[in-house]
Each structure stands twice: as C-alpha cells, then as structure tokens.
C-alpha cells in the first residue's frame, strides 16, 4: 500500500571513482613523491661530497707530487744536512733563494744549491714550501708558497733501516746528521665546505742517497 517507483537507484560509471578510492591513491602519490624526492636530495648531497672530495685529492696530489719531486732531487751537500720534525722538515736541495725580477723568468742557470722546507702552519692551515738559496742571508730571504690549504693536521715520519737484514723503524722525527732516511711518510687531514679527507703517501728516496754518508 506505500508509494513505489519503478525508477532504478542512479549508480555511478564504470569507470568512476568512490571518495575513498581517490583518497587512497592521492595518498599512495603522496609517499612515491615524498621517496622520489628523498633519493634525488640524498643523490645530490653524496654528488656534492663526491665532488668536493676529488676537489680536496686533486689539490693534495698536486702538491704532494712538488713534495715528491723535492724528495726524489735532494742529495748529500756539507753544512745542510735533512732535519725532520712531526710537521716540519728541511733537507738540500736546488733552490732559487729569491724571487725573480717582475716581468723576469726562473732558468735553470739561476738555481743554486740550497735548502727546501716544508712546514704546517696551524693558523692558517696550510702546509708551506720554503726555499733558501745557501749560503743564506738578509738579501735573499727565500721563496714562500702556499703548497696546499684547508689542511687540518699534518704528520710526517721518517723510515730508518735497521741492521743488515733490510728491516728498520718509522719515527717521529730524524735528526741524524750523516745519513737521509729511506722513506717519508706524510699523512693529512683536510676539511672543505664542511667535508673531511685523509690522504696518506709514502716517498722512496734514491737507495744510494739514503745510505751513504754524507761527505765534505
């Protein structure tokens, strides 16, 4: 006895969606987007450090080869012998002894015998080359350059042999007075745009310079 309708209830599409529905895929997009852009920065940020770190190496490989070259080139000479200290050291080697004239150019004739050092200044953190023509004076005070920066700890030791049998020791500083050490071993630490570095190299002296005394 109520009233009837004969009108079907309205149903949606085939191809619609419930409130529900959209609700779950917006947030299903939400989190996919939130990833994607967490391993885009994440990618940036290990890029940035990546760049910054071959930035710090290449600076310190080339300075490092400078310190090689010095190394490789030194030779016994009387009255300036190797000093060797934790964050310092001074050994022979052909130095200019002064700056050249403005406008002017190093040449080989130019060079003389003098003496190279390498020292860590804590302050300004940077590691300084030094040459020193010899005999020195007050008119030819030395060459002074920046070998690398952003340096924040230097150590350098130095391999003595020991006995006959090819073995020996690392030590903190050399201050033998007739002989070279066979090796040096130079360890840094660098910081750069918040990022740190370690690089370690180790220097062969020439075998015959290491062992033979020096000589007048």
């Known amino acids: 006895g109520g009233f009837r309708s004969d009108t079907p209830p309205r149903t949606f599409g085939a191809g619609s969606f419930t409130l529900i529905e959209l609700l779950v895929v917006t947030a299903i997009v939400g989190v996919v987007v939130v990833v994607i852009a967490a391993c885009l920065t994440g990618g940036i940020r290990v890029w940035d450090r990546a760049q910054t770190f071959l930035v710090i190496e290449s600076d310190a490989v080339i300075g ?29 080697s052909l130095a200019e002894g002064s700056p050249p004239e403005p406008g002017g150019s190093k040449t080989v004739a130019e060079q003389r015998v003098g003496t190279v050092k390498y020292s860590f200044d804590s302050g300004t953190q940077t590691l300084l080359r030094k040459e020193v023509g010899y005999p020195q004076d007050d008119t030819r005070p030395g060459v002074v350059e920046v070998l690398l920066s952003n340096v924040d700890r230097v150590s350098l030791q130095y391999y003595a042999p020991v006995g006959q049998l090819g073995g020996g020791e690392w030590r903190d500083t050399w201050t033998n007075e007739t002989n070279f050490p066979s090796r040096v071993r130079v360890d840094l630490d660098f910081s750069k745009d918040g990022e740190t570095a370690s690089i370690t190299r180790t220097f062969i002296l020439p075998t015959e310079r290491a062992q033979n005394s020096r000589k007048p």
Not at 68 to 74: G, I, S
């Open 64 to 92: 490092l080869r400078m310190l090689e070259k010095d190394l490789v080139n030194t030779f016994p000479f009387y009255g300036a012998r190797f000093d060797g200290a934790a964050t310092s050291m001074e050994f022979p």
